[in-house]
């Protein structure tokens, strides 16, 4: 899983779309099923009943996970909504049910 506090947030959307291919390249799409690693508690803990990610994050930011408060930042916001689109590729391509999709925040 990319570790987003660690290659995110650098460069802006070209660090961001860089990290994501350098994570991709030459991996199974078929073992690789989003691009956050959701089992961390700071990431999979903001994703509601609904699938939604960081909609109902306590923060002084609320509604907008960036914050200092869950250690959410912008960049994670930013590769939440990357993710989301490299789920429903893998939905599109029969790898995943459309219910597995976490949707980021857009």
Known sequence: M??????FGVGGWNGNLNAIAENLI??????KTSLIDWSI???????????RFGVDV???ATRTVQDSIDTISGATVRVSREATSYQRALV???????????????
């Open 41 to 51: 508690s700071r990431f999979g803990d903001a994703i509601d009943d609904q699938n």
């Open 58 to 60: 306590p923060s002084g």
């Open 92 to 106: 599109a391509a029969g790898i995943i049910d459309e219910s597995d999709v976490v949707i980021g925040r857009f």
């Open 26 to 31: 030459g991996v199974d799409a078929t073992g």
């Open 2 to 7: 990319i570790q987003v506090t660690d290659n």
